[in-house]
């Protein structure tokens, strides 16, 4: 069976569904009845191809996101059928989705649609549900994404759950080092500090409220921590920014813009808690990454991080800067609190992999 994976819409491999391609082609088992091509712009020939030897197949179309929505609708079935594609998995349907699914098609649903969804043009929002209504095989990250779907008037038997997994081999604990300052090029992050690393963009990711929780933890409390935020934002971004500038603490607080995925565990691995305030998460792999990583989890209890987390982070409510102060300092005075949510996180962290994320998805290919 010749399997095409559609890498359109994911950011350059820049956000969490071009890493979701890159985990996914790297666990693909060596013999199996599959033989998966990428396809793509052409600027991406690259960007998904190195040290895999999987084939790609570029698309001569504008970089531009419409015009990348519009050969979705009308030209992507030509495409599918001349390179003789049995299966496609789409891993972006929030940005491209085809109408036609006569080329059988595996949806990867990883945001909360529900919630996305008004951020979208009535016209890709029609050609969405369009989509997600004719594909064979809705693969759906979490239950509650799950059940957003089918909330949304989709049928629920053809919604799948397959959980994202974690690269292990790249988050583990690290060794524990004495230096004052953590390096990593061209950074150099003074000790201690909580870590928050996702994207600056929008009000749901509630950067706001957790600089003014940190705030309260330092006048507090007095202590040496610093926050530091790692994630690209645009016009969002800016109002970060400038929210950090004129705070009581800015010297505290450190915005590092995007951050490689591949440094984030010598990022976690240093720090003294994971902060994770979003309420928007239909997955939620970042408190994952950072339990594998030896930290304790702090989070919100919106979304699907409940789920994700389990019983071995601690939640809160986001709106409530108090409550997210309070945990800080709990979790950065209580030792024995600490070192068992520390323990608990390992544990739980290590039930997800992408070996069987990719098992579990090749099984309902099959």
Not at 67 to 78: L, T
Not at 143 to 154: N, P, Q, R
Request: glycine share 8%; with cysteine.
């Amino acid at each position: 069976m010749k399997v095409g994976i559609d890498t359109f819409g994911c950011d350059h491999a820049k956000s969490g569904l071009g890493s979701y391609i890159l985990n996914f082609i790297s666990n693909l088992p060596e013999n199996s009845d599959f033989t998966f091509e990428l396809f793509g712009a052409e600027v991406d020939r690259y960007t998904y191809t190195t040290n895999n030897g999987l084939p790609y197949n570029s698309v001569n179309i504008s970089s531009k996101l419409s015009a990348e929505i519009k050969w979705h609708k009308s030209k992507i079935k030509y495409f599918l059928k001349k390179n003789k594609y049995d299966f496609v998995i789409y891993p972006s349907c929030l940005n491209v989705i085809p109408v036609d699914f006569k080329t059988k098609g595996l949806v990867v649903v990883n945001g909360i649609i529900s919630r996305q969804i008004s951020g979208l043009s009535k016209r890709y929002i029609k050609q969405l549900k369009k989509g997600l209504s004719h594909c064979q095989i809705i693969v759906a990250a979490s239950h509650f994404i799950k059940k957003d779907l089918i909330s949304l008037g989709f049928d629920s038997g053809k919604i799948t759950v397959v959980r994202n997994g974690i690269d292990h081999k790249l988050f583990f604990p690290a060794l524990e080092s004495d230096e004052e300052f953590v390096n990593i090029n061209p950074f150099a992050i003074k000790k201690p500090y909580f870590v928050y690393a996702t994207k600056l963009s929008g009000p749901e990711k509630k950067h706001e409220e957790l600089i003014r929780a940190f705030e309260i933890f330092k006048k507090k409390t007095g202590l040496p921590h610093r926050l530091v935020l790692a994630g690209e934002g645009v016009e969002y971004g800016e109002k970060i920014h400038d929210m950090v500038f004129n705070c009581e603490y800015a010297s505290d607080i450190f915005i590092v813009g995007y951050f490689p995925h591949d440094s984030l565990p010598k990022l976690y691995g240093a720090a003294e808690a994971c902060i994770f305030p979003s309420v928007s998460e239909g997955v939620g792999l970042p408190i994952l990454e950072a339990m594998a990583c030896g930290l304790p989890v702090l989070c919100s209890r919106e979304g699907a991080l409940p789920e994700i987390g389990g019983d071995a982070a601690l939640y809160f409510d986001s709106d409530n800067i108090s409550e997210i102060s309070e945990l800080m300092e709990k979790v950065v005075s209580n030792s024995e609190l600490k070192n068992d949510m520390i323990k608990k996180g390992l544990d739980w962290s290590s039930k997800f992999s992408w070996e069987d994320t990719v098992k579990n998805t090749l099984e309902l290919l099959k």
